[in-house]
C-alpha cells in the first residue's frame, strides 16, 4: 500500500527555516517523480516544488524560488524540502504526493498526483 508521511513543519519567525520531509513505504521510490504542494485556507491546493524520479530535474513555483530547495535520497525513501527565508505568505499544510514516471518528468500541477499523505503545517509568524 502506498503510503507517504510528512513531517518537519512548525511555527518559524519570518525568516527563519524549515525542512520538511515525506518518507515513503509500499512503492520504490525509485519510479516516481515526487511534489510538494500546499494549501492555506480558503484556498485552492498550490504546487510548490518537484523532482524527477532520477533527481536530476527540479521545478519550482516563482514564489519560492531561491528560496526553497527540494532533494531526494532513494535509499532512505525520503524526499525534502528545505525551505529558508520563510514569508508569512508561506503558510499552509505542505502536501507531498508521487507520480510515476520516467526520465525528467516533473509536474507542479496537483491534478497529476492521485495519493496525498496527511500534510505537516507550517506557520510562518512573528
Known amino acids: 500500500q502506498l503510503q507517504l508521511v510528512e513531517s518537519g513543519g512548525g511555527l518559524v519567525q519570518p525568516g527563519g527555516s524549515l525542512r520538511l520531509s515525506c518518507t515513503t513505504s509500499g512503492f520504490n521510490l525509485d519510479y516516481y517523480a515526487i511534489g510538494w504542494f500546499r494549501q492555506a485556507p480558503g484556498k485552492e491546493r498550490e504546487g510548490v516544488s518537484c523532482i524527477s524520479s532520477s533527481g536530476g530535474n527540479t521545478n519550482y513555483a516563482d514564489s519560492v524560488k531561491g528560496r526553497f530547495t527540494i532533494s531526494r535520497d532513494n535509499a532512505k525513501n525520503t524526499v525534502y524540502l528545505q525551505m529558508n527565508s520563510l514569508k508569512p505568505e508561506d503558510t499552509a499544510v505542505y502536501y507531498c504526493?508521487?507520480?510515476?514516471?520516467?526520465?525528467?518528468?516533473?509536474?507542479?500541477?496537483?491534478?497529476?498526483?492521485?495519493?496525498w499523505g496527511q500534510g505537516t503545517q507550517v506557520t510562518v509568524s512573528s
Open positions: 504526493a508521487p507520480v510515476r514516471a520516467w526520465g525528467s518528468y516533473c509536474s507542479l500541477a496537483a491534478n497529476n498526483y492521485n495519493n
